[in-house]
């Protein structure tokens, strides 16, 4: 980076990392490093403080009494639901629906959406690189329905196929499923060409943002995408809330997922009549304090404006992996061009586990697993990798750590 | 602060390098596959069995080194055992793991290397999926074992 910005001027005076209490602690006897950040981020004091004063000022449930503290919790709530609707540029906040998270915001749409229209021998097509909650409810819809699941295939740098991906698209694709980043191994995909190219066959399209929303900006109407489900936690928002974004007219025609309260428009004995958007999905009392919350991560990453943070984490996850690359021994698995700061890597002979339990002996604490991407480790050939998930609080002083802790594992097995 | 030389001791290193009776056997009595699905650990136990003791065991699979180095150990430890005396082991090595008594005293010989592990609860899984696993083939089930 030829010039400093401001903002990394900032942050290199510690000033956004004072935002992140959690982060000034010790750990085995040295400052936490938190790289964990694609599992969850850690949340800014005006996160923990927006469910503070919820709770200690505002608590009521919403949408029922006429008293005043229902009517402010019921302001606030959709308060944030505009919010969700500004960060992802849908054109009503009614479109957005509010879950426990990226995982119900697809068991949703695959239950209520896609199985009841699809067709034995119809076909859902995703890719190699899914987490397990795009995968899993797909093979659900497809086992209730005798639908095919088709997985259109990724290079060995961990690049969606993209010709091959096309070539699998046909008019008996009813839908698909597609991450916007990988958990495992960073890739940020062509989606909306992938998008074209699905709605060119007829195909409808959920888009998985979990990975995405931290550190790219979203406009679901540029991308053009049917559905858009993501997390509340990964995004420094509280866990237990998500989003599930879909096209009103789509979202209209969707039987609901869950019966109870706050769904229904008229009740009787004999027949009920459901409520209109967004309500008619969010059954029961929702989770308030988490929808705040949420509002309250949106408000303040940006603050920080989404531009600055992406300029900076793009030049952390190129600093990070010249600095892995730099200890001889361990590769990186997943050399997109186009990456999330996400690092999955290897060693030849020490296994990932074994790394990450030396690296938090040392205060840095990493992801080792399958990343609930069992398909993906599959055709990588690995069991697991470590990973090294990258956040704009992370500093290079950290990641020089880091290199220094794997130089340590070499030697604990030298 | 843990010191990681009371995990990663030198025997365990050097179990993990080079794993004794790491092979298939081809007609054993019994055989049981054993899976962690936190880290997908994967390890094949095989026992030959005659009289209620054990004649071979051996294992294959992979996993980090505290999966691999416990497996090692537990079949060195367990060759000439009978079946009552594995089950006992068996008892006081995950007693070992997960208590907090006194290391001294347990008569558990060198299997007390991995007691080091009971100050990182997150690896327990690590150390017991060989033994778990060990447990499954002694039923005679030839069934996957999860330590979920």
Not at chain 1, 278 to 285: D, I, L, R, V, W
Request: with cysteine.
């Amino acid at each position: 980076m030829s010039k400093v910005s401001p903002f990394i001027q900032k942050i290199e005076r510690g000033e956004v990392r004072t935002d992140f209490p959690i982060l000034h602690q010790m750990i085995n006897g040295h400052p936490l490093v938190y790289f964990d950040n694609a599992a969850t981020t850690q949340k800014p004091q005006s996160v923990i403080d927006a469910l503070t004063n919820y709770y200690s000022h505002d608590n009521s449930n919403v949408h029922r009494g006429v008293h005043t503290l229902s009517t402010r919790a019921t302001q606030l709530y959709e308060a944030a639901r505009e919010k969700v609707r500004r960060f992802i540029h849908a054109p009503f906040a009614r479109e957005c629906i509010f879950v426990r998270g990226t995982t119900e915001a697809i068991n949703l749409v695959a239950q209520s959406f896609v199985a009841p229209r699809l067709l034995p021998g119809e076909e859902i097509v995703l890719t190699q690189m899914e987490h397990h909650s795009n995968i899993v409810p797909w093979q659900m819809a497809c086992k209730k329905t005798g639908a095919l699941l088709k997985v259109a295939p990724i290079s060995i740098n961990g690049e969606i196929e993209l010709d091959e991906f096309e070539k699998m698209l046909s008019s008996n694709t009813k839908f698909v499923a597609i991450t916007m980043a990988s958990n495992a191994l960073g890739t940020i995909n062509p989606v909306k060409k992938m998008i074209e190219m699905a709605h060119a066959v007829g195909a409808l399209v959920l888009v998985d943002g979990a990975q995405a929303a931290p550190h790219l900006s979203i406009d679901v109407q540029d991308l053009n995408c049917d559905f858009f489900a993501f997390s509340g936690h990964k995004m420094y928002g509280p866990t237990g809330i998500g989003v599930l974004w879909g096209r009103e007219s789509l979202l209209d025609s969707t039987i609901p997922y869950q019966g109870g309260g706050e769904m229904i428009q008229y009740v009787t004995f004999e027949k009920t009549e459901y409520a209109g958007l967004p309500s008619k999905f969010e059954a029961g009392t929702p989770n308030i304090a988490g929808a705040i919350g949420l509002g309250a991560a949106i408000d303040y990453l940006c603050s920080l404006n989404l531009n600055n943070v992406a300029v900076y984490e793009a030049y952390l996850l190129e600093y990070a992996t010249n600095a892995i690359r730099s200890v001889k021994g361990y590769n990186i698995v997943g050399t997109a061009a186009n990456k999330v700061p996400v690092i999955s890597f290897v060693h030849g002979t020490i296994h990932p586990h074994d790394i990450g339990t030396i690296l938090d002996n040392e205060g840095i604490a990493i992801r080792s697993g399958h990343h609930c991407a069992m398909p993906l480790m599959d055709y990588l050939n690995v069991t697991a990798t470590a990973r090294v998930s990258l956040s704009f609080y992370n500093t290079k002083q950290e990641i020089e750590r880091l290199a220094e802790a794997l130089q340590k594992v070499k030697e604990v097995f030298a | 602060m843990l010191d990681l030389r009371e995990l990663y001791q030198e025997i365990i290193i050097d179990h993990n390098r080079n794993p004794r009776n790491f092979r298939e056997i081809s007609h054993p009595t019994v055989e049981a596959k054993g899976y962690n699905p936190l880290c997908g650990d994967k390890l094949t136990v095989y026992l030959l069995l005659a009289d209620g003791i054990v004649q071979d065991i051996s294992f294959i699979g992979c996993g980090c080194a505290i999966s691999k180095a416990s497996a090692s150990l537990m079949t060195d430890a367990l060759k000439g055992k009978t079946v009552k005396q594995a089950h006992a082991l068996f008892e006081q090595f995950h007693h070992m793991l997960t208590s907090d008594d006194e290391i001294q005293g347990m008569n558990i010989d060198k299997l007390t290397v991995l007691a080091g592990v009971r100050a990182y609860p997150a690896r327990v899984k690590c150390a017991t999926l060989a033994w778990h696993t060990l447990e499954a083939a002694l039923k005679k089930q030839k069934v996957v074992v999860s330590t979920e």
